[in-house]
């Protein structure tokens, strides 16, 4: 069972925690439970836990009697939990790279823009540029390449490039009811120009050998 934004949970409401209470009775059933949510260990979800450094688990202690009025939660036994971390993607190594042009492609796949090519988000400046503007956060990556099709639609140019994502802002929608200090709303970069490279200087002619003239056939 997947629950997400477990991390709006707020213990300091009885109401968040009489749902925290029914989410840990859902432990006793033959099912397993995936709660996700934005710096869990920071959100006082975990508050009172530790980490058993044998097995590396957060082992979640038994609620005290009294402090819930959900009669089962105060006498079940306690609960280990595995903390899995999905960073962003990392840029700065070949490992980390290679993850995130694997993303680009997959997600490259899936588009049906009518001038769309094959490398279109995973060669030339546009992984860098993607990252530049994202910092790695797929939430924010999905967001800009969705807002992006939308204005190669519009604009009939049917293809992403980094000029045309450059005016492209991400927009998260309504997040009034999101927490900035759990992490819950990213810090989005702003005013990221397209990558421009160097034009190289083109050599000049070696001309050694050239014939400035000055004198006729026959001199």
């Known amino acids: 069972?997947?629950?997400?934004?477990?991390?709006?949970?707020?213990?300091?409401?009885e109401d968040d925690q009489d749902t925290l209470d029914l989410i840990r009775e859902l432990m006793d059933l033959n099912v397993?439970?995936?709660?996700?949510?934005?710096?869990?260990?920071?959100?006082?979800?975990?508050r009172g836990s530790y980490v058993d450094q044998r097995t590396g688990q957060w082992i979640f202690p038994d609620p005290e009697r009294g402090k819930s009025h959900t009669a089962a939660a105060a006498t079940q036994t306690s609960r280990r939990f595995d903390i899995v971390n999905l960073d962003p993607f990392?840029?700065?190594?070949?490992?980390?790279?290679?993850?995130?042009?694997?993303?680009?492609?997959?997600i490259e796949d899936q588009l049906r823009l009518l001038r769309s090519f094959e490398g279109m988000l995973t060669t030339g400046e546009m992984p860098e540029y993607l990252y530049e503007r994202t910092?790695?956060?797929?939430?924010?990556?999905r967001r800009l390449i969705e807002d992006g099709c939308t204005e190669a639609m519009i604009s009939g140019k049917e293809r992403l490039t980094p000029e045309l994502l450059?005016?492209?802002?991400?927009?998260?929608?309504?997040?009034s009811d999101l927490d900035p200090g759990a992490g819950e709303v990213p810090e989005i970069p702003h005013n990221v120009?397209?990558?421009?490279?160097?034009?190289?200087?083109?050599?000049?002619?070696n001309t050694v050998l050239d014939d400035r003239g000055g004198r006729t056939a026959d001199g």
Request: aromatic fraction near 2%.
């Open 193 to 205: 120009p397209p990558t421009t490279k160097p034009t190289r200087k083109r050599r000049g002619r």
């Open 135 to 141: 910092r790695g956060v797929v939430g924010l990556l």
């Open 90 to 106: 990392d840029y700065s190594t070949p490992a980390g790279i290679n993850a995130f042009l694997d993303h680009l492609a997959g």
């Open 1 to 13: 069972m997947l629950i997400d934004d477990i991390t709006r949970l707020r213990l300091h409401r």
């Open 32 to 46: 397993t439970l995936v709660l996700i949510g934005v710096d869990i260990p920071g959100s006082g979800l975990m």
């Open 166 to 175: 450059a005016r492209t802002t991400i927009q998260l929608g309504d997040h």
